[in-house]
């Protein structure tokens, strides 16, 4: 198949992108390198730099599917600048929909995230929780959500929306090289590469085994091959005008001690901590559940913490 890859040369696009061309489709990846890396194009793909709001350029009827990464992601940008998170993430989709609409191409799958459930009060969030999300980030995502729905409906779109926390790990030379970092694993692998002296431990007296908040992880490659398989589903004949909505999760998570432990053990260097007061808003417990991609798309996650850490632990060595 043809596919675009917006956002291609960011951390998540660029891994399915590789994936993609490694499965022997034909990628064009669409990237205004804001905040993604020209070296991360995928091998054997081809480059349009350019904003997601300039897709109405490089769509055209020779494309089969669009894999939809292009977006901003950090929330406390959204909250000081939700404009940016508005024109991007909502009005660049709806002109990428307008695009793929006038072209006839009717596939897509949404790199969403479980930032559009806010604060449930569940610790298990399935997709049936209420998604009530508490910043322009998490709003922005959710209303594409909505926007997929309607186009579904109206005009026979067959769509995905994959909905995840914390993604680590890397897939040989694509791997997170955010500017700032606010992802934990590549904070705390930063003690061993020598970039920083402790980790901070924000709460250490939540109702978790070991008083630490627990939260989702998942290995990139692991993310990746939902989006492979989501992409084949749209291609069936019961897709045409549905959206579906899958979470990506372990169902379990790991603490913040349990990753740096982690850390420890794969690099077999000492990461000293810093116990901190919790941060306002922060619940004990987040887990995605995935029982519903697992019973409808057969996906489970492969790679476990260990893992997660030693691939980021060798691209960081890269750099």
Wanted: proline fraction near 5%; aromatic fraction near 6%.
């Amino acid at each position: 198949m043809k596919l675009l890859v917006t956002g291609g040369a960011g951390y998540i696009g660029s891994v399915v992108g590789s994936q993609l061309v490694a499965a022997g489709h034909e990628v064009v990846v669409l990237d205004s390198l804001l905040t993604g890396h020209a070296d991360a194009v995928p091998d054997g793909a081809r480059f349009i730099e350019a904003g997601i709001e300039d897709a109405a350029d490089a769509v055209d009827a020779s494309f089969d599917a669009v894999l939809h990464f292009a977006a901003r992601s950090l929330v406390g940008e959204s909250v000081s600048e939700p404009q940016l998170y508005w024109w991007n993430n909502v009005v660049g989709t709806l002109r990428l929909l307008d695009a793929m609409r006038a072209a006839g191409v009717r596939r897509l799958v949404f790199s969403s995230t479980a930032a559009t459930y806010g604060q449930p009060d569940v610790s298990v969030i399935t997709e049936d929780t209420p998604a009530v999300p508490i910043n322009p980030y998490g709003q922005s995502k959710l209303a594409v959500d909505h926007a997929l729905a309607g186009e579904a409906r109206a005009h026979d779109l067959a769509a995905v929306s994959l909905r995840y926390f914390n993604v680590g790990g890397a897939l040989g030379r694509h791997g997170e090289r955010h500017d700032p970092e606010t992802h934990l694993i590549p904070n705390v692998l930063m003690v061993p590469a020598g970039r920083r002296d402790a980790v901070d431990v924000f709460g250490t007296d939540y109702p978790t085994p070991d008083g630490t908040a627990v939260r989702d992880y998942l290995h990139v490659e692991d993310l990746g091959r939902a989006h492979l398989l989501a992409l084949d589903w749209t291609g069936t004949a019961a897709a045409a005008g549905q959206h579906r909505v899958y979470n990506l999760g372990s169902g379990t998570g790991y603490s913040v001690r349990e990753v740096v432990e982690a850390v420890r053990r794969v690099t077999g260097h000492p990461v000293p901590t810093h116990d901190r007061e919790r941060r306002a808003g922060d619940p004990p417990v987040l887990v995605a559940s995935a029982e519903r991609i697992a019973a409808d798309l057969g996906w489970r996650p492969e790679h476990g913490l260990d893992t997660i850490v030693e691939d980021a632990w060798r691209f960081q060595q890269q750099g």
